[in-house]
T-cell receptor
Framework: NAGVMQNPRHLVRRRGQEARLRCSPM?????VYWYRQLPEEGLKFMVY????????ESGMPKERFSAEFPKEGPSILRIQQVVRGDSAAYFC?????????????????FGAGTRLSVL | SQQGEEDPQALSIQEGENATMNCSYK?????LQWYRQNSGRGLVHLIL?????REKHSGRLRVTLDTSKKSSSLLITASRAADTASYFC????????????FGTGTQLKVEL
């Protein structure tokens, strides 16, 4: 049972370009989360999605950032017109449906992350 | 604002010793979790403690939670070199949905 898969692992972009980060959740998981980690810091929540729905985007910057989790295919975090300050590690996590009950639905499983470098 | 502050920021111990990390948070929570991150890797879930629990064990891990002080501690007993990693506490806030709010982390180094 494959874990959470993120690609690419490393992404280099020049200022003004677009960055697309992909995340395939664990099999059977319907909830996806994106987090950003700056060097030497903890993770900061960005957005929480279920299939075809954005549930909580309170951590997303108001401009240039968007996320989707379509009915088919991976979740995508898109950053338009990247700036140097966007350089960070972006982690995706998934969790099972609420129907699992107990503590299982509260545990998030993380991918290895995408390290974005903006030149 | 930072939900979780962890203490210490860095900890260096000898193999076989115990390691204790502390976490404080600001808001009412449903549960508190501890995660581990090896350098350059993703996070791995270690243990979850609900807001109505005071202590929980899992193998060499012991977690305590004091909701009156809004604090938690993670104890790793009989540490090993392989325990070298960063450790983060994360809370699920009451009414905050499923999102995790992470602390700043403790970097643990276990030396042979």
């Amino acid at each position: 049972n494959a874990g959470v898969m993120q690609n690419p692992r490393h992404l280099v972009r020049r200022r003004g370009q677009e960055a697309r980060l992909r995340c395939s959740p664990m099999k059977g998981h319907s909830h996806v989360y994106w987090y950003r980690q700056l060097p030497e810091e903890g993770l900061k929540f960005m957005v929480y999605l279920q299939k075809e729905n954005i549930i909580d985007e309170s951590g997303m910057p108001k401009e240039r950032f968007s996320a989707e989790f379509p009915k088919e295919g991976p979740s995508i975090l898109r950053i338009q017109q990247v700036v140097r300050g966007d350089s960070a590690a972006y982690f995706c996590a998934s969790s099972p449906p609420n129907s699992y009950g107990g503590i299982a639905k509260n545990i998030q499983y993380f991918g290895a992350g995408t390290r974005l470098s903006v030149l | 604002s930072q939900q979780g502050e962890e203490d210490p920021q860095a900890l260096s111990i000898q193999e076989g010793e115990n390691a204790t990390m502390n976490c404080s948070y600001k808001t009412s929570i449903n549960n508190l979790q501890w995660y581990r991150q090896n350098s350059g890797r993703g996070l791995v879930h270690l243990i979850l403690i609900r807001s109505n629990e005071r202590e929980k064990h899992s193998g060499r891990l012991r977690v305590t939670l004091d909701t009156s002080k809004k604090s938690s501690s993670l104890l790793i007993t009989a540490s090993r070199a392989a325990d070298t990693a960063s450790y983060f506490c994360a809370t699920v806030q009451t009414g905050g949905g499923n999102k995790l709010t992470f602390g700043t982390g403790t970097q643990l180094k276990v030396e042979l």
